[in-house]
């Protein structure tokens, strides 16, 4: 009787790669608005109290994504996980809180330049959580690629300047933000790790409402001392920006894509901030880079292709 052939089940090999690929997509979205709050953070944040005004945003995104929750019709009994341990939304929420409220304690102390390179560290130390748990191991090859991304990002955030590398010199702003990346960076593999089959909506719902409660009761005297009557109108639009879009948004883009993508891969696309971050401001007048910084943004993108090309499904728990 003759041997019958293997068959390799190429539709499901083809449907990883699309979830990859949609994977990718939210991250490179992600990149594109959270580029905005370096530039409205470095406005805002000598305005407002952080904790306040963070306590402010996440409230408004927890009502907002409520509200996306009631239109399309997912408040529905017997969903997977409802009701169950709670205190995953509160290590979540309470992760991305003092992320961003050490982000805008930062941006007191130093400018968006310096907290973007700090910030440049995120990817390496997700792939690390990552490994710690959820057993993700990054290949060499991907390895490669988040070393040859991160150092075309200081590329770029020094301008190209060797000397200005070399004499790169670790503010209290940038040590208080580095603590908030490391928390940031174990948020994307937990979201996976502690995820019980919710939706991404309703998952991202739970995050939102644990930040809110939390950086709330961290920042209640603030909220009460602050005079939001006599802010200016750009501490409003920051808010509001921050809340849609750096806040509801990406918290909906990191987890679908944490997801569909191992941490490190997720992660890497901060790696375009600083470029993105360069682009803002020579649209806003403050100067175009010098051509001198071009072989960075090119190393950057040239990792992110070669993680685009070498993908799969996020590795098995």
């Given amino acids: ?25 939210a991250m490179l979205v992600f990149a594109l608005l959270i580029s905005g709050s370096f530039t409205f953070g470095g406005i805002i944040a000598p305005l407002v109290d952080p904790a306040a005004m963070n306590a402010v945003r996440f409230a408004i995104a927890t009502v907002l994504m409520a509200a996306v929750i009631t239109a399309t019709g997912r408040w529905r009994p017997g969903r997977p996980g409802r009701g169950q341990a709670l205190w995953r939304f509160a290590i979540l929420g309470g992760l991305l809180g003092a992320y961003f409220v050490l982000m805008f304690e930062a941006l007191r102390l130093t400018d968006p330049v310096s907290t973007s390179a ?4 995120t990817p390496l130390i997700s792939a690390g959580f990552g490994y710690l748990f959820l057993r993700q191991i990054s290949s060499p090859l991907v390895l490669t690629s988040l070393v040859l991304a991160g150092a075309g990002a200081i590329w770029v955030i020094f301008r190209g300047d060797i000397e200005a590398i070399v004499r790169f010199d670790v503010g209290p702003g940038e040590m208080l933000f580095f603590i908030g ?36 009761i961290y920042g209640w005297q603030a909220i009460f001392a602050t005079d939001w009557t006599g802010l ?29 993508l191992p941490a490190g891969k997720a992660m890497a696309y901060v790696y375009l901030l600083p470029a993105l971050v360069m682009i803002q401001e020579g649209l806003l007048g403050h100067g175009w880079a010098a051509p001198r910084v071009l072989p960075g943004i090119a190393a950057t993108i040239v990792a992110l292709l070669i993680l685009l090309r070498k993908d799969g499904p996020v590795a098995e728990r």
Avoid: W
């Fill in 118 to 121: 700090v910030f440049t560290l």
């Fill in 181 to 216: 990346c490391v928390c940031h960076a174990a948020y994307t593999p937990l979201v996976p790790k502690l995820n019980r089959g919710e939706p991404v909506i309703l998952f991202t719902f739970g995050t939102l409402a644990g930040g809110t409660l939390l950086v709330g």
């Fill in 232 to 260: 200016p109108p750009v501490v409003y639009a920051g808010i509001f920006y921050l809340a849609v879009f750096t806040t509801a948004g990406t918290f909906f883009l990191v987890q679908f894509a944490a997801m569909r």
């Fill in 1 to 25: 009787m003759a041997k019958q052939p293997v068959m390799l089940h190429p539709a499901r090999t083809s449907g990883d790669r699309r979830e990859a690929l949609r994977g990718h997509l």
